[in-house]
């Protein structure tokens, strides 16, 4: 409870009463007592007569999970119980959790009855399960001389997870139905190893596709048509060190990479092959052997989603050379990470070079937005001619890094978050159309 704006003047204009009674001495004193008195018993009277927090309830509902870098609606309801007057105007304070990013004061509106709701949209930041405990309410006494705050216990949990919008829409579908079905089809198909079909033969088709012990049984023509060769063994390696929590549009780096990653990992499964997560830091830290089946794809998601931020720097020499230990078979190794310094950069590019001579390796990086910003901006001072300078030094280092890794013949991704989703999956299925695997 504290004094209201209300009461804050009253008293005011009661002191100042009290100054004026003092300066003249024929007003009699007892005049300044009885108003303090008055005062005071209205306060008392006005704090007897307003119903204490314990006549109300706290009701919530909202979504169990919510997608990182979505939104979510959070629905507060505060209910009188039986026999409790109608709310005035209440507002209402709430201390979201690290994962959650919502408003922190509110006001609620009202609802029919003697209930106030307010609905509250909450955005998820950071991967986990967030409890929300309490909400703390300022509502007006019955006279409006008082503002009685009270504390809502709640009981919500909400999990943020990796984000499988593109997936849940059929987005991934259509771009996996696209190279399958349409006009990509027809690089795929012929070009294989793995029988696919017969059809038959017709003018402008290799005559090596022929197959004459079932062309004489059909009394025509007809040819082998082969396509890609399916059961490929996929492994997600995420880098989870200090350097991907950097945010980036709201979100850290390896959110970013896991939403991607997991998309990848539904494009694997849906074409027939197999796929394992690997996560690393300092050292190893999870590793999955590839596995088939929609199964598969739960359980990335589950160990994704519990994947912790690390501040740790990343060791890309015991994670790739453990990763290669572990892999008994060629395979196609995605490894999402990132660099700063030339010393890592040395590291990396040494042990994808050793991965790459056994396995196809993609590399996965972000685009730094900082980095165009600086590009983009006129300096107008000697400070942020060098900081120009230090980023375009930055840039052509990690050029010269990314160009090298390329010539060993690594694909490497480097794209914004917004377009890392496609381009991955595009490249997955270009190498896979190739059979590079």
């Known amino acids: ?149 009270g504390y809502h216990p709640l009981d919500a949990e909400i999990a943020t997870v990796p984000n499988i919008r593109s997936i849940a829409s059929g987005e991934v579908d259509m771009q996996l139905a696209a190279s399958e079905f349409g006009a990509k089809a027809a690089s795929v198909h012929g070009e294989g190893s793995e029988f696919h079909q017969l059809r038959e033969f017709v003018a402008g088709m290799d005559t090596r596709t022929i197959d004459y012990k079932r062309s004489a049984r059909h009394g025509a023509l007809v040819a082998r048509q082969m396509q890609a060769e399916r059961n490929h063994s996929i492994v997600l390696a995420l880098d ?66 519990s994947l912790e931020y690390r501040l740790v720097e990343t060791n890309h020499t015991l994670a790739l050379s453990h990763l290669h230990q572990r892999l008994s078979r060629r395979s196609l190794v995605v490894v999402f990470s990132d660099f700063v310094d030339t010393t890592t950069a040395e590291l990396l590019v040494e042990n994808v070079q050793v991965l790459n001579r056994h396995h196809v390796v993609v590399f996965v990086t972000l685009r730094d937005p900082l980095l165009e910003t600086y590009h983009r901006r006129s300096a107008t001072s000697t400070d942020m001619v060098a900081e120009t300078v230090a980023a375009s030094d930055l840039e052509r280092e990690r050029r010269r890094v990314l160009d090298r890794l390329s010539r060993l013949g690594v694909f490497v991704i480097e794209t914004t978050p917004g377009g890392l989703r496609s381009e991955l999956v595009s490249t997955y299925l270009s190498i896979r159309s190739r059979e590079l695997i």
């Open 1 to 149: 409870m504290r004094p209201s704006v209300l009461l804050l003047a009253l008293a005011c204009s009661v002191a100042a009463l009290s100054i004026a009674v003092l300066a003249l001495p024929a007003i009699p004193v007892d005049v300044i007592t009885a108003a303090w008195l008055v005062l005071a018993a209205a306060v008392i009277v006005d704090r007897l007569l307003t119903p204490g927090s314990w006549k109300y309830t706290m009701e919530i509902a909202g979504p169990r999970e919510i997608f990182m870098g979505e939104e979510g609606t959070v629905i507060l309801r505060l209910k009188g119980r039986e026999g409790a007057p109608a709310l005035p105007q209440v507002t209402g304070r709430l201390r979201w959790p690290e994962g959650l990013a919502g408003p922190g004061d509110f006001v609620f509106e009202p609802e029919s009855g003697n209930s106030v709701v307010a609905e509250l949209r909450v955005r998820a930041v950071q991967r986990g399960k967030w409890t929300l405990s309490s909400v703390a309410t300022l509502r007006k006494s019955r006279f409006g001389l008082v503002d009685l705050i």
């Open 240 to 305: 989870n060190g200090h350097l991907m929590r950097e945010p980036i549009n709201g979100l850290a780096k390896i959110d970013h990479m896991i939403n991607a990653a997991l998309a990848l990992g539904w494009a694997g499964i849906q074409g027939g092959d197999r796929v394992g997560l690997f996560a690393f830091d300092a050292r190893p830290r999870l590793f999955i052997p590839p596995m088939d089946g929609r199964r598969a794809f739960a359980q990335l998601r589950s160990h994704t989603a």
